[in-house]
């Protein structure tokens, strides 16, 4: 269904926001750079953000966190997302995560994110996030290959001083799940918790590009799924929604989508229609 996109104005549009349905999270990293916001929309104020992103254009959201199922409307919106036309990603670090969710929901489901920064347990563990993280991930995207082939599986990796000498380990795990994308992202401490504990986690530009060096082989011979990314790939170029409805790009909040349209906001704002082409172009091409 897509007569919803029929306003949207071209020149200004964009094709994939990150909504941050919460701030809340039940995991503890010691990297976290969320945005904390503690206004979280109710049902009616989501859906009329829904329909103005649907009216925008957009034609990818992935719902996201803090935890985006600590948020209770996160699998209503993912299914009317869905029969919008709109490409639904769920990130999650899938501790809340159930098999009934999935059979309720999971038909409208387009792809599942989750976090995984190492092959091992212990590595993972080095990252700080919960003492059962790798566990519980490896076996998800083990069921969900099994048993729902349908939704496309991806991970995110965060890229820092505990993990990233043995990030490359990971090339034979992503290839055993079926991984569709895997998406290696520089620690960047931001904001909050990954400021204060920045020596903890931040790695140099050196250690950085060669571990890009390292997974290029990887890039280069068999795969079009891997992206390797600093922050400053995602200047320009990344457009996110926050709890309370906010639209940032750039780390600025441009307004609000309950009191504006999309189109009035990305006018205002400092997204780069060309960097954000290509960029999602790019996703896009992998997610066909
Ligand atoms: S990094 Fe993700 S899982 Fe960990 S505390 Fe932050 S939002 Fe939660």
């Not at 919803?4 to 926001?17: D, L, M, P, Q, W």
């Not at 891997?226 to 780390?251: A, Q, R």
Request: charged share 25%.
């Amino acid at each position: 269904m897509t007569a919803n996109i029929a306003f949207y104005n071209k020149e200004v549009h964009c094709n994939t926001v990150c909504w941050e349905v919460t701030s809340r999270c039940n995991d503890h990293c010691r990297f976290c750079y969320r945005n904390m916001i503690s206004k979280e929309l109710d049902a009616y104020e989501a859906f009329h953000v829904l329909d103005r992103l649907a009216e925008g254009g957009v034609r990818k959201i992935s719902f996201t966190g803090g935890e985006a199922l600590l948020y209770p409307h996160t699998w209503t919106l993912i299914q009317r997302a869905h029969k919008l036309g709109i490409r639904t990603v769920l990130i999650s670090n899938a501790r809340l995560l159930t098999d009934d969710m999935l059979k309720q929901y999971g038909a409208y489901l387009d792809w599942v994110t989750f976090s995984l920064d190492g092959a091992t347990a212990q590595v993972q563990s080095a990252m700080t996030r919960h003492p059962r993280h790798f566990e519980c991930i490896t076996g998800w995207l083990s069921t969900l290959q099994q048993h729902y082939p349908h939704i496309k599986r991806k991970i995110n990796t965060v890229a820092a001083l505990p993990n990233h000498e043995y990030i490359p380990d990971m090339i034979p795990m992503a290839h055993a799940f079926d991984i569709s994308r895997w998406k290696i992202l520089r620690f960047f401490p931001v904001r909050g918790i990954a400021q204060r504990n920045a020596d903890d986690f931040s790695i140099s530009d050196e250690q950085f590009e060669v571990l890009r060096a390292r997974l290029s082989d990887c890039e280069g011979k068999t795969v079009d799924w891997l992206d390797v990314e600093d922050h400053e790939d995602l200047m320009d170029s990344y457009v996110s929604i926050l709890p309370d409805g906010g639209l940032k790009i750039n780390e600025q909040v441009v307004g609000n989508l309950l009191e504006n349209s999309l189109n009035n906001l990305l006018v205002r704002s400092g997204l780069s229609m060309r960097r954000h082409t290509e960029r999602t172009a790019r996703i896009f091409d992998q997610s066909a």
